[in-house]
């Protein structure tokens, strides 16, 4: 009997292992799927990348919408020629502040018509016919080996513009001489790209913009020269490039940003004269056929923002919309202007929840197309031909539905409906798109829908199957939308351990209907568990109130609504063994499993805290100030000390896994230092577990480490909570 049973044990011991080896090696099983979907604006072609099941090299393809034809555009491996990728530092830092983890084409771009492709590797660029053909180089680095970053193409598909040496550079797509734009750029003074709180912050990635008769360009210069300058070198890698980087600390000062329109054939830049002492960021540009070149721009505060028109000529700019809160903006962009430049449409949250509204092109209001309690998430096409926009609708947040409605007002039709979450890519000229169908409990099918409403067919997965199904129940719980995932052989009769899986910060749904993104947690749930999953306060999709009632108030709402959320849980579901909770967490979920065991072990026996941020004066300016306020020198708000870890470190009495990497450039390396110091001083040090990831960032996917990393994880909660007893 003892020799069965150790049998079972290795077993089940070399199941987990290979369960952990594919969940890493395919990413969740998420490698293979379709992502980054374009139509070309004619309707002709659908445009997306996608990855091997097993490999995290993104590739190009093109499906014909007449045919159904499917075809690869340019192959990794044909641009390489059996070299490694290679990444500009630029490029790098982007991909990091975008979560990009992928190799191979990670984007491309498009020409205005559709017809031509531009994507890059290795610091070069290549286009390609959109119907297929051959490629060709258009533009790579220049003698000094300096590579180019973010090439993109003039709307008439005749230019690629691209950041080399620091400048912003125009060639001929067909081939000559490229003309640099711009000069003077300096490690401290950058032109053409976004600096670091516009992209980790603002999601604006971009630095360039073309104008839509390619004539122009209008880019970014970033003054980084009174930016407090910090050393991140990585401590595992003393030997690679660090130093002193430029990063804005709350109460500090921001880059000064500026903007400027210069001829794509090269001359004198127009500056663009806003107000940059009022307005310190720069959340959205563009340049939209029909409409005027725009910048949305924010205070320092983030409580107001204005959306401001250019004069290309001059250069001087004139305010269209201005919108307050008394808590903070959401800098969200559902902007677009009609193409005949008659008027365009804005995103309100100004009556307590997001609202479409028309505009006309002096920024008067025309109409509201939608009620606050519509729940309007996103503007997802504008038909001028039919007259109405079509939207995703969230009336709660985890249900997306697609609606149509006139532009006139008034007339609203679903054009999706039931248990299945939709979302949809529209072609910009016509009414071809892509329908995107999330089922509960299976991975998401994107069909290609004609003008004329027949499916052309699927872009196809082959991604691998899942290895089991996700037993996920998804309900409103004392207000709060909450996950449960039972293992497969639950027992009603039985008690089970807890385990919070925890974000609870702003900006960030967790709850959701789609089980396969459950996957880890059911495995962990089989292993006799009960995991469960809390949106409180603080999370969109609920209204303004909802969303704003963690204003100077991170250390209290968020745990607050998870221990309620948790206990409305065990109220409808007796199984679950409130004696027996862990909590974990990344990022602000990792401040908040900390924060859990910390402040409440009353409810949390043990914590697994993944980069957490330990002092919010260590974080970035835009960030913590808009929930926070802004603390000295630059402002006067004292919500600081008391929303941070450091003040509650005496109070740990539970096991903690606190796990970091040393490389992370988002929450630094020294926040985990700074936290296991104020433990060990207060003589807690025993309760803490520290797990280094040497050379690792904020986001990592290394098989070899995301296997040992549930393993780890795994192995510290049945300790903490299944054999201590």
Request: hydrophobic fraction near 40%; include cysteine; proline fraction near 7%.
């Amino acid at each position: 009997m003892l020799a069965i049973a150790i049998a079972l044990l290795a077993a089940t011991a070399e199941k987990d292992l290979q369960f952990l080896k594919d969940l890493a090696e395919t990413r969740s099983w998420r490698l293979g799927r379709p992502t980054s979907v374009r139509v070309t604006p004619d309707g002709s072609r659908v445009l997306f990348l996608r990855t091997p099941p097993r490999s995290p090299e993104s590739r190009l393809y093109s499906f014909d919408v007449a045919t159904g034809q499917l075809r690869e555009l340019i192959k990794p491996e044909e641009v390489l020629k059996g070299g490694e990728e290679q990444l500009t530092p630029e490029e790098r830092s982007r991909r990091e502040r975008m979560r990009v983890t992928l190799r191979g084409f990670t984007s491309f771009d498009l020409s205005d018509d559709g017809s031509l492709v531009l994507v890059s590797l290795s610091g070069r660029a290549y286009a390609v016919p959109a119907a297929g053909g051959a490629s060709r180089e258009v533009v790579g680095p220049d003698d000094k080996g300096n590579a180019i970053f973010d090439p993109r193409l003039s709307p008439d598909g005749k230019s690629v513009s691209f950041v080399r040496a620091g400048e912003l550079w125009v060639a001929p797509v067909a081939g000559g001489r490229a003309r640099q734009l711009t000069s003077g750029a300096t490690p401290l003074r950058t032109h053409a790209q976004a600096e670091f709180i516009a992209q980790e912050e603002l999601s604006r990635f971009n630095g360039y913009w073309w104008s839509p008769d390619s004539r122009f360009l209008v880019f970014e210069e970033a003054d980084l020269s009174e930016v407090e300058r910090l050393d991140f070198t990585d401590p595992a890698h003393p030997e690679r490039p660090g130093g002193e980087t430029p990063y804005p600390r709350p109460g500090h000062r921001n880059a000064r940003i500026s903007f400027a329109i210069v001829p794509a054939q090269g001359g004198r830049a127009v500056p663009i004269d806003h107000d940059r002492k009022q307005w310190e960021y720069v959340s959205h540009v563009d340049w939209p056929k029909g409409g005027p070149l725009h910048l949305v721009v924010l205070d320092r505060e983030q409580k107001n923002e204005a959306l401001l028109a250019v004069d290309p000529r001059t250069g001087k700019t004139r305010e269209l919309i201005r919108e307050h809160d008394d808590a903070w903006i959401n800098a969200e962009h559902d902007l677009r202007w009609l193409r005949d430049g008659s008027g365009f449409f804005w995103a309100s949250e100004r009556n307590g929840a997001w609202q479409l509204q028309f505009h006309q092109p002096d920024g008067a209001l025309v109409r509201e197309l939608t009620s606050p309690d519509f729940g309007f998430a996103k503007l997802l096409h504008v038909d001028e031909r039919k007259r109405e926009v079509v939207v995703q609708r969230r009336a709660e947040p985890v249900d997306e539905q697609i609606f149509a409605i006139a532009m006139e007002g008034g007339q609203v039709r679903a054009l999706t409906e039931g248990p299945d979450n939709h979302d949809a890519i529209y072609a910009r000229d016509a009414s071809a798109h892509v329908l995107i169908t999330s089922p509960s409990g299976a991975t998401s099918r994107v069909q290609v829908v004609r003008a004329d409403g027949s499916i052309a067919g699927e872009l196809p997965a082959v991604s691998e199957p899942l290895p089991f199904d996700v037993r996920l129940e998804v309900a409103k719980r004392a207000d709060f939308w909450t996950a449960l995932i039972r293992p497969h052989d639950f027992d009603a009769r039985r008690k089970y351990p807890v385990l919070l899986k925890v974000y609870g910060g702003p900006h960030v749904n967790s709850v959701h209907r789609s089980a396969p993104g459950y996957i880890a947690e059911q495995w962990i749930a089989d292993h006799g568990f009960i995991v469960a999953q809390a949106d409180g306060r603080g999370t969109p999709g609920r209204g303004r109130a909802w969303e704003r009632a963690i204003a100077m108030k991170f250390a209290e709402v968020p745990l607050e609504d998870q221990v309620s959320a948790l206990r409305a849980m065990a109220a409808q579901e007796p199984a679950m063994d409130l004696s027996r909770v862990g909590v974990m967490g990344h990022s602000f979920g990792g401040f908040m499993a900390a924060l859990s065991v910390m402040r409440r072990p009353d409810v949390f026996r043990a914590g697994v805290a993944g980069a957490p941020v330990v002092d919010w004066m260590n974080y970035d300016t835009c960030y913590t100030e808009r929930y926070l306020g802004i603390p000295p020198p630059s402002g006067h708000s004292d919500a600081y000390a008391v929303n941070g870890l450091l003040a509650f470190a005496r109070d740990l009495q539970r096991p903690l896994l606190l796990m970091h990497g040393t490389a992370d450039d988002n929450v630094h390396f020294a926040e985990s230092l700074l936290l296991l110091d104020a433990v060990f001083r207060a003589g807690r040090s025993e309760n803490v577990d520290f797990l280094p990831f040497a050379g690792q960032t904020h986001l990592f996917h290394e098989p070899v480490l995301m296997q040992r990393y549930w393993q780890r994880v795994f192995d510290f909660l049945e300790v903490n909570l299944i054999s201590a007893r």
